[in-house]
Each structure stands twice: as structure tokens, then as C-alpha cells.
């Protein structure tokens, strides 16, 4: 099978595969007292110090969860009384959705899937005294846009806003760095990274209280109950050792440019998505026009193809990309996107492969967009 789908999830690398084989069969409660258990704890502190220094923050300020969902819940659950909620437009749904729930107002991005600076703005002048939250991703995991982080912490600040940004996407891709992002909260998870699932983190300044969503014992100084999933930490310590320099980047973008080039040669009349913005170099979004995704991601499986219609569906039913509708592009055309997204184990061959199946694809079912 030739994979293309790593923006959904990554194969475990083999060192971080080692990594974890190496602790998995032990008793690792880091509450416990005996001496089984003081090593769970130094497991535990090591890898929280690994990925505290590969980010570039201080080991108190990584929180353990089970994933970026759940740190992403954290964030929005306990700021929603006390600040207003700004949630960009196309965020994964654990911020998007939630945020619906929650009463957040939306921020709207332009044509390119950037959020727009003045808006935001404008929405933070609006509320006065009320203070916000401000989520937004560091990069989209449908279109791989990257947003202007940097610019979004410079006008939160005038307005004392936290902001908080998911990184999920990000990590592995572009360089992360905890203190040049400016960011009070950030959220990573292992197995888009070539970690397990089962291990995420919120990085968040030490100074700033968080209410707990997981109550119990008091794992993680009594912000997430529940005993840490030490294997899984491990591994995801070692995963984003092994990707937080992007080893892959510069090959990814010469074949995605190379791949974007060669598709639309071949099909003038299919669109890329977010072209106009910078974007991770392993992420392209095209639409084959007048065919469906749904018919797409067959044609692409019985040719031993693995990609994605926009964000994977959990319902089995392919809607249109909120994504690409919140970027101006039609419902009809949005049905015809599809997310090609490369990791670690692939190959410029495969990239290749994978050109001849979407032509032959392309000429086979593809209808002219109506005039
Ligand atoms: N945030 C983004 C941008 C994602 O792409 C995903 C997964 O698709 C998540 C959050 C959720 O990550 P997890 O599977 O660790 O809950």
C-alpha cells in the first residue's frame, strides 16, 4: 500500500517502536512508593525534561494528556466562564466543535485559509473589558496553511487575550519553538508524529492556572487525573526528539510541488487549496472535478492508494470540508477534495505512483466543471 495519509496518523517510527518495547512489560505506576514506581516517576520527569528542552520550554510547563483532543477540551473547558472564546474557522473539531458548544465566536480566515488579522482584531476591540481566548492552529491539518502566529500573540497582547494554539500538524513539519511562538498554550500530539496514540501534552506557562477536566488522583500537580501512560510518553518523548528538527521537510516539499505541478498540468480545471499561503511542505488539497471524494478514496484503495477526503470522517459520511467552505470554496466543488499528506517511509517513487493513479483516475471519471 502506498500511504499518503499522515496528517490522520503516522506509523510508529522504529526507535520510538524500541523505545517503548523497552519499558512496556514493566509495572509502571509513577504514584506508587516502591522502587517499580520511582522508575515509572523518572520515566515519566525524563521525558517531560526531553520534550520540554526539544521545544524550547521548562519542564513544568508540559502537561500529559491521552491526546491532543483532550488537551485541546482542557483549554476551552476552562477559560469559557472567565473569557470570551475566539476560535478560527477551521480548527480540528475538538476546538471548532467544542467551541460551538461553548458560545465561541468564529474567526473568519480569507481565500488562502489565513485567519484575518483585522478581524480579530476588530472582535477584540469589541468585547472592552471582557477579556479572550484565542485559538488558533499553527497549521491547518486539511490544507497544511500555516497561520501568523506570531502577529496573533503581537494583538492579543494589546488586549490581554491568552492564546492557545494547536500543534499538532505543525510538530515534525516546521520547526516548533515554545518561547518564539509567544504562545501561552500550545498542543501536541505523539501519533501524528510518529509516536503511539494514547500520549499528547499541553504546553502552557507555569504561571497560569488551569482548571483540571479529569478528576481524581493528583497526577500531572492535580490538573489530569488518571495514571500516566508511561509506555505511550515514552515513546511520544522519543518521537518528537527524532522529528522536531524535520528531518523529511525539504524532500516533502520538492515532491509536493513537483506533485501539485504535475496534477494540475494534467487537469487544468482541478483547484490546490491554500496555494496563495505558506504551507507544511507535506500537504497538498486538490479537487478532481466532478468527482466525489467518496469516489475518489475508492477509486485511490482499489489502486492500493491511502489518502483522505479533507479531515477523516468519523461518520462514515463525507460532508464538505468546513475548512474549505470557510475559504470561500463551494459546497459542490469542496465535495471533490482530497488531502494527499506525506511522512517519514515515503518516497519520491511513491509520489510518482501515485501521479499515474490520480491521471488515469482523472481520465477515467473526471467531467469539465460546468461553465
Ligand atoms: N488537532 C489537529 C489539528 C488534528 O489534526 C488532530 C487529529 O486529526 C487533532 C487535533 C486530534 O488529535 P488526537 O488524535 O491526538 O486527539
Redesign the pocket.
Known amino acids: 500500500m502506498i500511504y499518503l495519509d499522515y496528517?490522520?496518523t503516522a506509523p510508529v517510527r522504529p526507535n520510538v517502536a524500541s523505545a517503548i518495547m523497552e519499558v512496556l512489560g514493566k509495572p509502571l505506576n509513577s504514584s506508587s512508593v516502591h522502587s517499580a514506581g520511582q522508575q515509572a516517576k523518572k520515566l515519566l520527569e525524563d521525558a517531560r525534561a526531553s520534550i520540554a528542552h526539544t521545544l524550547g520550554a521548562f519542564p513544568n510547563e508540559v502537561l500529559f494528556t491521552a491526546?491532543?483532543?483532550e488537551a485541546?477540551n482542557m483549554v476551552l473547558r476552562a477559560f469559557a466562564d472567565e473569557r470570551a472564546l475566539l476560535v478560527s474557522a477551521i480548527e480540528?473539531p475538538?476546538i471548532g466543535k467544542l467551541g460551538k458548544l461553548l458560545g465561541a465566536d468564529t474567526l473568519a480566515v480569507d481565500g488562502n485559509g489565513t485567519v484575518k488579522l483585522d478581524l480579530l482584531e476588530a472582535k477584540l476591540k469589541a468585547l472592552g473589558q471582557r477579556k479572550a481566548l484565542i485559538s488558533v492552529?499553527v497549521a491547518n491539518?486539511e490544507t497544511g496553511v500555516i497561520q501568523p502566529i506570531a502577529e496573533i500573540v503581537k494583538i492579543a497582547r494589546q488586549y490581554n487575550a491568552l492564546v492557545h494554539s494547536?500543534a499538532?500538524?505543525a510538530l515534525g513539519k516546521i520547526t516548533l519553538d515554545w518561547g518564539l511562538l509567544g504562545v501561552d498554550m500550545l498542543t501536541i500530539?505523539g501519533?501524528?508524529a510518529g509516536g503511539p496514540v494514547g500520549a499528547?501534552a499541553l504546553l502552557i506557562r507555569s504561571d497560569l492556572p488551569i482548571r483540571a477536566m479529569m478528576v481524581g488522583g493528583g497526577q500531572e500537580l492535580g490538573r489530569r487525573a488518571g495514571t500516566s501512560n508511561i509506555p505511550a510518553i515514552h515513546g511520544f518523548a522519543a518521537a518528537v526528539k527524532e522529528v522536531a528538527h524535520c528531518p523529511d521537510a525539504k524532500n516533502w516539499a520538492t515532491w509536493r510541488d513537483w506533485l501539485q505541478s504535475e496534477l494540475l498540468t494534467a487537469a487544468p480545471d482541478a483547484r490546490a487549496y491554500g496555494t496563495g499561503s505558506e504551507r507544511l511542505s507535506n500537504t497538498l488539497n486538490i479537487s478532481m472535478p466532478g468527482v466525489g471524494s467518496d469516489t475518489q478514496l475508492m477509486n485511490f484503495d482499489l489502486a492500493g492508494v491511502a489518502v483522505s477526503a479533507g479531515?477523516a470522517c468519523s461518520s462514515g459520511k463525507v460532508e464538505p470540508s468546513p475548512v474549505l467552505l470557510a475559504m470561500g470554496v463551494s459546497a459542490a466543488e469542496a465535495q471533490n477534495a482530497i488531502r494527499i499528506s506525506f511522512g517519514w517511509q515515503t518516497t519520491k517513487a511513491e509520489v510518482e505512483a501515485f501521479a499515474t493513479t490520480w491521471k488515469a483516475v482523472y481520465q477515467r471519471l473526471a467531467k469539465p466543471r460546468a461553465a
Open positions: 496528517n490522520a491526546s491532543a483532543t485541546n480540528h475538538s492552529m491539518n494547536d499538532v500538524q500530539s501519533h501524528k499528547g479531515s
